[in-house]
């Protein structure tokens, strides 16, 4: 059973930044597919960014160019550094866990709430 913690929300004005962490534990982080994902309120809940457990990433068209995902498997923690940031990225953002080598098993964090506004 992997747990996930989320921190790093909040409240932000326009055009500010925020970086979001995640940590996990109760399993080997290192096999974990890592992503971030957002639900905004009336909308489905959407891939924001993606690391593999190689290094890989990919991004949301919409948020390409402003966050960027990275992850330090020594600290079994996952980050979402957000800049630029926008009215329309308000959002609860979750991160999740999933791995090959624990197949069928995906993990949820509570979710942190991040809010753009002026």
């Known amino acids: 059973q992997v747990q996930l913690v989320e921190s790093g929300g909040g409240l932000v004005q326009p055009g500010g930044s925020l970086r979001l962490s995640c940590v996990a534990s109760?399993?080997?982080?290192?096999?974990?597919?890592m992503g971030w994902y957002r639900q905004a309120p009336g909308k489905e809940r959407e891939l924001v960014a993606a690391?593999?457990?190689?290094?890989?990433?990919n991004y949301a068209d919409s948020v390409k160019d402003r966050f960027t995902i990275s992850r330090v498997n020594a600290k079994n923690t996952v980050y979402l550094q957000m800049n630029t940031l926008k009215p329309e990225d308000t959002a609860v953002y979750y991160c999740n866990a999933n791995s090959q080598f624990r197949p069928g098993l995906g993990y949820w964090g509570q979710g942190t709430q991040v809010t753009v506004s002026s």
């Open positions: 690391i593999a457990r190689g290094g890989s990433t």
């Open positions: 109760g399993d080997i982080f290192s096999i974990y597919d």
